[in-house]
């Protein structure tokens, strides 16, 4: 089509995406029944797309990887037969398979491993969106552009000889008359068929608002700061339509806690010298979230908060918010925790001399690349320390880049939410009025065990990821060691 | 055989490949869901689209570049080149249909693999294979309108055959917002259609030597709808795409088809009692007739298609896609006469259908005049 050329240049185009922000891809690690898995699902950027899943299993006698993708609400008549993944060239144990993604939401990847040690599943979170708009390679956009013009000019001339010569007895040739009305006719024809391409121009621009529509959008949200007696506030709202909305059929479902939590916001203050606070605030309704403001360095901070829905979709909301000088507050969440410190290449300061060290780092970074972020606690006589489980987990890891546009929350079970998981796997065939999984899930929640005797884990963290785009990253670590959670900032550079 | 009669047999074999290929290549995607380049209905439509290339190229190249070419004389210039009108339509429609393909590609790529017909690089893809079709219409028109009367009765069939195919494009076309018997008491069932087939039985009647052109492209339509709903739904399916709303585990198919053969008699009756030379006329008494015949077959007959009675291998009722969900309007009326949800009334519903009959007219009119051309077409 002529007009394909028109959108050759157009920039692509790629928004911050619900689950976690600019970071759409998924990353799981656990085990499918015996086996241990590491599994990447590759996000399609356009719904109906295909998600490229590649799945890492160790375990012996692997003999079949296969996936299939299911639709949260959808049961089990609603998935499809599964894929037989492909086994990777060169790498024994990589497996790949492509799956189509449908519709916006909430999907699980059902990973089944087949091997000498019997079979299993792992259920992997995926919060499906549509994040971008393929442009048009000009080389294509080109050849379309030829082809378009051949067909249009074939038209015309099809046109010209249709009236001038095809009703005539064969050998004769055309009279002046004909000629002329030949002539007319093909510059009628000409019109016509410019105002039709100008019609399909105009539709093609409706389907094109009509998709970036339905792309995602950042939900609108607020964060300030609000002074009580116990101290300053931090209070968060969710402002957004699509959750305040009247039309409760239209609405997501609701929230669901990961960790015992309904909120986890991340306070990320915008220069090198600002802080950082992982806060879980407690919902005072619906929409408006509070906490305790730690004391924090004065300045500009970004809010990221990461919610799930009964679905399993996870998503993160962002604000901005200027904090005012520190001072002390009460009443604060005993899983919150806040940092103002050094913010290092390789190693972080922890209490009593030990440090939390970036190991087996590379020299650099390049974006899309897989990437182990390898952590390790390094006492003060170099020995490896031990971690208690903060929140459920033995570390947590939040990403930011330089300019704000990527926010991730890691754990060593990847990007995905644990709560996510919970609800993909509970959920059952009865659960279709909503919130009755959610009440399920929460009285069913185990918070951390802050007891005496915690349970110690050897101090060697792992999060799978890939840094998606180039540029000046953040990471911040936490973990918990003696009932204290304790947090080491490093950065780095993406190539 | 002459080489023309050879290539028109040629592009008329594959105006009903293209058929086929496209009506299966719609089960599959209500049924099956998954895309590739090398489902069997594409590659059917694509061989349609090779044969069209190969037996028309050949065809013109011989007759262009061969010295002393009988043909040439009843063929048509097109750049130099000499064939028949029908043939650089048929060319065109196959270059279409190839240029549709990495357009709807990038398409897929760009916004997703579309689930619905009408999409810009479909509606380059139709437009594709009805050229392939109306070209092959074109060819057997030259043929009956040059044939003595002795083997004219040949050619006027596969006019009739050829009609009848493109008479399926088009309801296929419209396939989204006609086919399902629910619509068929709805306003824009019938605006739909009005505005759509008569041009196509009103040129049928005039440009067909049968007895009865137009009900025979009608009845032609509607048999080869009804065949290749009874063979498709024979075929075992699984659908492929989650989230499946609808568990398959045969094709899904077309809806019984469209009434158009009891319109199409009107038109052969009306044409024939009228004649020549008083078009308008003719064409508002076509446009009134054609709706008001449609609404007398399609408001009965549709309550028997929703029913349960009409949920059987041979009236095709109760084909769902594996995406729609279960649900009570499946055996309602989607809309109504009227177009409205509330306060519909039956003034409202008589505007609709004049507005329909008006429409039906503008369409007639210019199948009239399409049909008279082609009545004279020889090359």
Request: glycine share 10%.
């Amino acid at each position: 089509m002529r007009r394909a050329g028109l959108v050759g240049g157009a920039a692509l185009l790629i928004l911050t995406t619900s689950a976690h922000v600019g970071s759409p891809d998924t990353w799981f690690v656990g085990t499918a029944g015996p086996y241990p898995v590491r599994i990447v699902v590759r996000s399609p950027g356009v719904i109906p797309g295909l998600a490229n899943v590649t799945v890492k299993v160790t375990g012996q006698g692997v003999r079949v990887v296969m996936a299939s993708p299911a639709y949260f609400n959808a049961g089990d008549r609603g998935v499809p037969p599964p894929d037989t993944a492909r086994q990777v060239t060169g790498q024994p144990d990589s497996w790949t398979v492509p799956l189509w993604i449908m519709v916006s939401g909430s999907y699980s990847v059902r990973v089944h491993v087949v091997g000498g040690q019997g079979e299993g599943t792992a259920i992997v979170p995926v919060s499906a969106v549509a994040t971008r708009i393929t442009p048009l390679d000009p080389r294509l956009g080109w050849a379309l552009a030829g082809f378009g013009l051949i067909l249009f000019l074939g038209a015309v001339t099809i046109i010209g000889a249709a009236v001038r010569e095809s009703v005539l007895v064969p050998n004769a040739e055309p009279d002046r008359r004909l000629r002329i009305r030949g002539r007319i006719s093909m510059a009628a024809g000409t019109v016509v068929m410019a105002l039709l391409l100008v019609g399909g121009k105009t539709w093609w621009n409706a389907v094109d608002q009509d998709y970036r529509r339905s792309l995602d959008r950042r939900w609108a949200a607020t964060a300030e700061v609000v002074r009580q007696d116990g101290g300053p506030l931090l209070r968060f709202t969710i402002a957004d339509s699509a959750w305040r909305g009247r039309d409760w059929n239209e609405r997501p479902t609701p929230l669901i806690p990961d960790h015992g939590k309904l909120m986890h916001l991340f306070l990320v203050g915008e220069d090198e010298t600002g802080g950082f606070g992982h806060l879980h605030p407690v919902s005072s309704d619906s929409s408006i979230f509070e906490a305790p403001l730690p004391p924090l360095p004065a300045g500009r901070y970004q809010v990221f908060a990461d919610i799930t829905h009964e679905s399993g979709f996870a998503r993160t909301l962002v604000a901005g918010t200027e904090l005012p000088a520190p001072e002390s507050t009460s009443g604060a969440d005993r899983d919150d925790s806040w940092f103002a410190g050094i913010v290092s290449d390789t190693a972080g300061r922890l209490t009593g001399g030990a440090r939390l060290v970036w190991e087996g780092r590379p020299p650099s970074f390049t974006a899309g690349e897989d990437a182990e972020l390898q952590f390790v606690v390094r006492e003060a006589d170099s020995s490896v320390g031990g971690v208690e489980p903060y929140l459920g987990m033995s570390g947590h890891a939040v990403v930011v880049s330089g300019d704000g546009k990527v926010f991730i929350h890691l754990h060593p079970m990847g990007t995905v939410s644990a709560a996510a998981v919970r609800s993909l796997q509970e959920r059952l065939p009865s659960d279709t009025i909503r919130g009755t999984l959610g009440r399920r899930l929460t009285e069913r929640a185990m918070p951390d065990s802050h007891g005496s005797h915690p349970q110690v884990m050897e101090g060697r963290i792992g999060f799978p990821y890939a840094f998606p785009t180039p540029g000046d990253y953040r990471i911040w670590v936490q973990i918990r060691r003696r009932g204290v959670v304790e947090t080491a900032a490093f950065r780095t550079t993406v190539r | 055989m002459p080489a023309i009669v050879r290539t028109c047999y040629a592009v008329l074999l594959a105006a009903g490949l293209i058929v086929i290929g496209l009506i299966w290549d719609i089960s599959w995607h209500r049924s099956i869901g998954r895309d590739t380049f090398w489902t069997p209905p594409h590659v059917v439509e694509y061989v349609a689209a090779i044969i069209v290339g190969v037996s028309c190229g050949w065809l013109i190249l011989r007759a262009t570049f061969a010295k002393g070419s009988p043909d040439r004389g009843s063929m048509v210039r097109f750049w130099g080149f000499h064939g028949p009108l029908g043939a650089w339509v048929s060319v065109w429609g196959s270059l279409a249909m190839l240029t549709s393909a990495p357009f709807d590609d990038w398409w897929h790529s760009a916004y997703g693999l579309d689930v619905q017909i009408i999409s810009p690089p479909h509606i380059l893809l139709l437009l594709g294979m009805m050229g392939i079709v109306a070209g092959a219409m074109l060819m057997t028109l030259a043929e009956q309108n040059r044939a003595g009367d002795s083997n004219r009765r040949d050619f006027s069939m596969m006019f009739g055959l050829a009609s009848a195919f493109l008479l399926l494009m088009l309801v296929t076309a419209t396939f989204e917002y006609t086919a399902a018997p629910n619509r068929w008491r709805g306003r824009e069932f019938y605006l739909i259609c009005a505005g759509t087939f008569p041009i196509l039985l009103a040129l049928a009647a005039r440009a067909g030597r049968l007895r009865w052109p137009a009900t025979a492209s009608a009845a032609l339509f509607m048999l080869s709808s009804l065949i290749l709903g009874w063979v498709l739904q024979t075929i075992p399916a699984t659908p492929k795409l989650a989230p499946i709303e609808n568990p398959l585990t045969h094709l899904v198919v077309a809806p019984f088809p469209i009434l158009l053969v009891v319109p199409a008699a009107l038109f052969d009756l009306l044409h024939r009692r009228v004649g020549d030379g008083r078009d308008w006329r003719l064409a508002g008494a076509l446009g009134l007739g054609f709706v008001l015949a449609l609404l007398a077959v399609s408001w009965p007959v549709s309550a028997f298609l929703i029913s349960p009675a009409a949920r059987n291998p041979v009236f095709l009722g109760g084909q769902w896609d594996y995406s729609s969900s279960p649900g009570a309007y499946r055996y309602e009326f989607w809309g109504n006469l009227s177009g409205v949800s509330t306060g519909s009334t039956p003034w409202l519903a008589v505007k609709s259908l004049a507005f329909a009959a008006l429409l039906a007219m503008v369409s007639s009119r210019l199948g009239l005049t399409l049909g008279g051309w082609m009545r004279r077409v020889r090359r």
